[in-house]
């Protein structure tokens, strides 16, 4: 499956994989074989060498979990004059 909207959509629908972070993080790719089975692969640079590219699921926390919502918000520090 090349569209990874309808791959997210599929995952979503999976009543395991419904209940993973890696849903709501931007560096996951989900996976969908040829026949059907889901994988969640976990592309964040962060996480160490031996973390899993294809964590067991359903994952319920990470600490390298990235939202849309991270992204977005600055990182600005105030200067004072």
């Known amino acids: ?3 990874p909207n ?3 959509l599929l ?6 994989l419904s209940q ?6 931007v560096d996951h790719r989900t996976i969908v074989s040829g026949k059907g089975s889901v994988f969640m692969l976990c ?3 962060r996480t160490p060498s031996q973390w899993p ?14 939202t ?3 992204q977005e ?3 600005i520090k105030m200067i004072d004059d």
């Not at 995952?11 to 395991?16: C, D, F, R, Y």
């Not at 993973?20 to 993080?25: A, H, I, P, Q």
């Open 11 to 16: 995952a979503s629908q999976h009543s395991l």
């Open 68 to 70: 849309a919502q991270d």
């Open 6 to 8: 309808a791959a997210d």
């Open 53 to 66: 590219k294809y964590p067991p699921q359903p994952l319920s926390q990470c600490g390298y979990l990235r």
């Open 73 to 75: 918000t600055p990182k």
């Open 20 to 25: 993973s972070v890696c849903l709501r993080c």
């Open 43 to 45: 592309q964040s640079e």
């Open 1 to 3: 499956m090349t569209d």
